[in-house]
């Protein structure tokens, strides 16, 4: 069973950083993908990012590309999530989810921010940016 644990958000002023971290185990074949989403009051949860272990490639959402940077450090089995010039829309629970039925196919690479192509959660960490 995968389990997967946030950690790092706070309360941060416009234009500061975070970074959030994911530690993710029990995955049971070597290639995985985490995503990132995000869920502000009264709205859906929306893909913020996301990263394959295999070979580290990343999509972002164009919301926060430049500004959010996806890495990974595969040996602790965390995934990072660096976010620069953060806005007051930034303000959301981040949840880190995981993909893991070995390498994504071609067809998550269209859907990768879809909720439904991910199939564990955890329970999220809340990142409030004050103005």
């Known amino acids: 069973e995968v389990q997967i644990v946030e950690s790092g958000g706070g309360l941060v002023q416009a234009g500061g950083s975070l970074r959030l971290s994911c530690a993710a185990s029990?995955?049971?074949?070597?290639?995985?993908?985490i995503g990132w989403f995000r869920q502000a009051p009264g709205k859906e949860r929306e893909g913020v990012a996301c990263?394959?272990?295999?070979?580290?490639?990343?999509y972002y959402a164009d919301s926060v590309k430049g500004r959010f940077t996806i890495s990974s450090h595969k040996a602790k089995n965390t995934v990072y999530l660096q976010m620069n010039s953060l806005k007051p829309e930034d303000t959301a629970v981040y949840y880190c989810?995981?993909?893991?039925?070995?390498?994504?196919?071609?067809?998550?690479?269209?859907?990768?921010?879809?909720?439904?192509?991910?199939?564990?959660w955890g329970q999220g960490t809340q990142v409030t940016v004050s103005s």
């Open positions: 029990g995955f049971p074949f070597d290639d995985y993908a």
């Open positions: 989810a995981a993909y893991s039925h070995g390498s994504p196919p071609y067809q998550f690479s269209l859907g990768w921010y879809w909720e439904s192509e991910y199939d564990s």
């Open positions: 990263i394959y272990s295999s070979d580290g490639t990343t």
